[in-house]
């Protein structure tokens, strides 16, 4: 898959974007070809939507891509972990103030690098890489309902921490 259609996108962090500046990255991407005349409006923008790979994507729901191809238990815990972080306002401002003030594309993709060569002993927005995962762990933990909270205790976090 083409640069393009990858990643993150451009303006991710520039002060305007929005859904309209979504639909401009995806609407940039060169078309795939699909059906014809017969779709309606509404298919062809679910195709155009279809068509582009970012780390994050809109669909008709939001779709955490780097997590789609690992195996069931990882991505059941990884899904835990995002909703105890993100089902609560104030704690992803929380998060957000911690993690922020680096230059928003180039931090996250310095973060990738350096996990992608040193692991878990890595250092990603000042921190060590184990330690955030420890703190985002406990602070998942505190705000999924009991009952979900297995997902973390039982899954592969739990060898990790």
């Given at each position: ?20 500046a ?59 972990l ?30 990738q ?49």
């Open positions: 898959v083409d640069p393009g259609r990858t990643g993150i996108p451009p303006s991710l962090f520039d002060a305007g974007f929005g859904f309209a979504y639909a401009d990255y995806v609407l940039a991407a060169a078309t795939i070809v699909r059906g014809g005349a017969e779709d309606s409006p509404l298919q062809a923008a679910l195709h155009e939507s279809s068509m582009v790979f970012p780390d994050v994507r809109l669909r008709q729901y939001i779709e955490v891509r780097v997590a789609d191809s690992c195996p069931i238990e990882r991505a059941l815990a990884y899904a835990a995002l909703k105890g972080i993100f089902s609560d306002r104030d704690t992803v401002r929380t998060w957000l103030e911690k993690l922020g003030g680096g230059d928003g594309c180039g931090e996250i993709l310095r973060a690098d350096a996990l992608m060569a040193q692991g878990e002993g890595a250092r990603v927005y000042g921190f060590p890489v184990r330690a955030l995962l420890e703190q985002m762990t406990e602070t998942a933990l505190a705000r999924l309902p009991k009952d979900e909270r297995y997902y973390i205790t039982n899954g592969v976090l739990q060898h990790v921490l």
